[in-house]
Nanobody
């Protein structure tokens, strides 16, 4: 199994930037696609971005396209989420997770596991 730990959250003004990190440990950690998800206050957790094990494929939610960039450095066992032009509606707890199943099309969070503890991102207006 793999273990994931998020870091890099914080408080930022609208229009600012943050970079989140997801450190992956465990056996064959570089073999897993990794996804970022977020849960705004009082709402359900939703998909944000994902990256394949080789970094050859990336995907983004429409709400973050052009503003967020996902990348990974397998030598450092880390997946990054660069967030630019942040908006108050980006405020949420951000989670990373490993894709353990391929039972569904797309990047369905039900195919993900080994969730991290989450990191809070707050964007002030």
């Amino acid at each position: 199994q793999v273990q994931l730990v998020e870091s890099g959250g914080g408080l930022v003004q609208a229009g600012g930037s943050l970079r989140l990190s997801c450190t992956v440990s465990g056996r064959a950690q570089s073999n897993y696609p990794i996804g970022w998800f977020r849960q705004p206050p009082g709402k359900e957790r939703d998909f944000v971005a994902a990256i394949s094990s080789s970094a050859g494929t990336t995907a983004y939610a429409d709400s973050v396209k052009g503003r967020f960039t996902i990348s990974r450095d397998n030598a450092k066992s880390t997946v990054y989420l660069q967030m630019n032009s942040l908006k108050p509606e980006d405020t949420a707890v951000y989670y990373c997770a490993a894709r353990l199943l391929f039972a569904r099309l797309g990047w369905d969070q039900r195919d993900f596991g080994s969730w991290g503890q989450g990191t809070q991102v707050t964007v002030s207006s």
